[in-house]
């Protein structure tokens, strides 16, 4: 049988619509994202998500935070869909998990977050007070937790199944909260010394599905600038791939966001071309029958 796969255009960055990353999701519909599932053999539903936020006025946690809501609750009406979601911003993912934990309490979902950037910033560390720059460490349980708690499903994240994939941009607070955590960070250097399978079968052994997160400006901005974050150093088009495989080859693909692309800041649409390659392949590899027993070596 098919794969129904839900697609779900979220065009949000930091409580406002369809501006900076929040053009991307959209962006990425327009050119094919539906059809690159299709193709793949997919059954694919599309949706787009849109809140009602009075007289046009934001408050970037507490739409952040209501975004997340929104996807938790749209995860958790489709159980039947394997949740692809094109974010603006990447605090959405912690939604989709939410989500997931509804269908499923006690299936342990493993999250591979691909990003330049740790994301393990907190109000305490964080010197610009970007919400999105604390993704990662409110789905831990780090910071944010009073307002995580609203968000149907959300449970803190257990480090063992929390992994760090690509990061080459981290603040001095972040490396040090790495180092005195069980958190797990798969750095680029890490990916070509050929350590990503002795990562993954650890995470393997504490996880009955992954969440794919890809932050696209994981990818060295030589393929093109991702936004306006991108910075040198990070993995090629091929090495995320090529991760993604890996972990898919150890745990089913539970669900996946793609986010914080900027289509402004793209250069001959490179960018974009990747995320839908990116989408095809995850669509690939949600029809597989997933087997964790098999264990490429990379």
């Known amino acids: 049988m098919p794969q129904r ?20 999701p959209t962006a990425l519909v327009a050119a094919g994202a539906a059809r690159r599932l299709t193709g793949t053999g997919a059954v694919v539903d599309h949706a787009r998500l849109e809140l009602d936020i009075p007289d046009g006025f934001s408050i970037e946690a507490a739409t952040g935070t209501e975004v997340m809501r929104r996807v938790a609750e749209d995860v958790a009406a489709h159980p039947e869909h394997l949740p692809v979601v094109l974010a603006g911003n990447c605090g959405v993912t912690l939604g989709v998990v939410a989500g997931l934990r509804l269908r499923a309490p006690e299936r342990r979902v493993a999250v591979l977050w691909f990003d330049a950037h ?3 910033q907190s109000p305490a560390t964080s010197a610009s007070g970007f919400f999105d720059g604390m993704g990662f460490a409110m789905m831990g349980g780090r910071c944010w937790q009073a307002l995580a708690g609203t968000v149907p499903g959300h449970e803190p994240l ?3 199944r929390a992994v760090l994939v690509g990061g080459h941009d981290l603040d001095p607070a972040e490396r040090d909260l790495i180092g005195s955590s069980g958190l797990t960070w798969l750095s680029v250097a890490d990916i070509r010394a050929g350590h990503t399978g002795e990562v993954l079968d650890r995470v393997a052994a504490h996880a009955d599905a992954v969440h794919i997160h890809v932050d696209l400006d994981v990818h060295d901005p030589s393929v093109a600038p991702a936004n306006s974050y991108a910075v040198p150093g990070g993995l090629t088009p091929d090495e995320v791939r090529d991760t993604v ?12 966001t793609i986010a914080s692309w900027d289509p402004s800041r793209d250069v001959g649409d490179r ?5 839908l390659a990116l ?8 029809q597989a029958a997933p087997s964790s027993a098999r264990s490429r070596r990379m």
């Not at 796969?5 to 991307?24: E, I, K, N, Q, T």
């Not at 495989?245 to 996946?256: C, D, F, G, I, K």
Request: proline share 6%; charged share 25%.
């Open 245 to 256: 495989t890996a972990a898919v080859e150890r745990l089913p693909l539970a669900s996946a």
């Open 271 to 275: 960018m974009r071309d990747t995320g």
């Open 5 to 24: 796969v839900r697609l779900l255009d979220v065009p949000y960055d930091s409580g406002h619509l369809a501006a900076r990353h929040g053009a991307g």
């Open 118 to 120: 740790g994301d393990l």
């Open 279 to 286: 989408i095809e392949l995850l669509g690939t590899l949600g």
């Open 158 to 160: 257990p480090d063992e």
